[in-house]
């Protein structure tokens, strides 16, 4: 995918984070499974800017599916730290690939990364769409 700077700065959305108390183990340390929750809130935040988030989505006819994810853990978040979590879209030829970055917002510290692949379904059929459902490609203009 080659695209200009303009479309790039289309294609990515940075979320703020206030690590809630909720979210950690004893040793005051974020549980490995929430950091896909943050993942979660930078891709519905990047969705809504481009005017399909899950209202949009459950009327497109398509059921998007998360068929695959990933993290890799760098440092730990704690109770309090403010992160920014970052999405960005990586593909959307055959399926939808997200990109994520999670970063201490005081020092700048690279805390995680990871991804996310979504595939379209069709809702009525629950056929597995081969190629990005053109729906989703509109919004991208």
Same mark, same amino acid.
């Given at each position: 995918?080659?695209?200009?700077?303009?479309?790039?700065?289309?294609?990515?959305?940075?979320?703020?984070?206030? &690590?809630?108390? *909720?979210?950690?183990? %004893?040793?005051?340390? &974020?549980?490995?499974?929430? *950091?896909?929750?943050?993942?979660?809130?930078?891709?519905?935040?990047?969705?809504?800017?481009?005017?399909?988030?899950?209202?949009?989505?459950?009327?497109?006819?398509?059921?998007?599916?998360?068929?695959?994810?990933?993290?890799?853990?760098?440092?730990?978040?704690?109770? %309090?730290?403010? &992160?920014?979590?970052?999405?960005?879209?990586?593909?959307?030829?055959?399926? @939808?690939?997200?990109?994520?970055?999670?970063?201490? $917002?005081?020092?700048?510290?690279?805390?995680?990364?990871?991804?996310?692949?979504?595939?379209? @379904?069709?809702? $009525?059929?629950?056929?597995?769409?081969?190629?990005?459902?053109?729906?989703?490609?509109?919004?991208?203009?």
């Amino acid at each position: 995918m080659t695209t200009s700077a303009k479309n790039r700065s289309k294609r990515a959305s940075k979320v703020e984070i206030d &690590v809630p108390f *909720y979210d950690v183990d %004893g040793l005051n340390i &974020v549980w490995h499974g929430h *950091y896909f929750k943050y993942f979660e809130a930078a891709r519905t935040a990047f969705l809504r800017s481009i005017g399909f988030d899950a209202p949009e989505m459950r009327r497109s006819g398509y059921i998007w599916l998360v068929i695959e994810s990933h993290c890799r853990y760098v440092a730990p978040m704690r109770y %309090g730290m403010k &992160v920014l979590v970052r999405a960005s879209l990586a593909d959307f030829e055959h399926r @939808v690939k997200f990109l994520y970055t999670v970063f201490d $917002k005081k020092t700048r510290r690279r805390l995680a990364t990871g991804y996310t692949v979504q595939a379209a @379904v069709h809702a $009525k059929t629950g056929e597995l769409c081969l190629m990005t459902p053109p729906i989703f490609l509109r919004h991208l203009k």
